[in-house]
């Protein structure tokens, strides 16, 4: 598993089965980025993790945040 944290401590990231995922700073556990939060990213980040993750989706969640089946693949 490739794994790449960017500069300035702004998130620890990979790839999991071409989804971008983060590592949550309280649970310690990966969760899917989801795509209303791109916004936290600029493009050159993006481009860098895409360069050092390979491909990857975001996710944008409809429904509970706690019910994995509410999530749709962008």
Do not use: A
Not at 53 to 58: A, E, I, S, V
């Amino acid at each position: 598993m490739k794994i790449f944290t960017l500069p300035n401590n702004k998130g620890t990231f990979t790839n999991i089965d071409g989804e971008l995922h983060f590592l949550d700073c309280f649970s310690k556990e990966w969760e899917p980025f989801c795509i209303d939060y791109k916004d936290v990213l600029d493009e050159s980040e993006i481009k860098t993790l895409k360069q050092k993750l390979g491909d990857f989706t975001m996710y944008r969640t409809y429904g509970s945040w706690g019910n994995p089946l509410s999530f749709q693949g962008l």
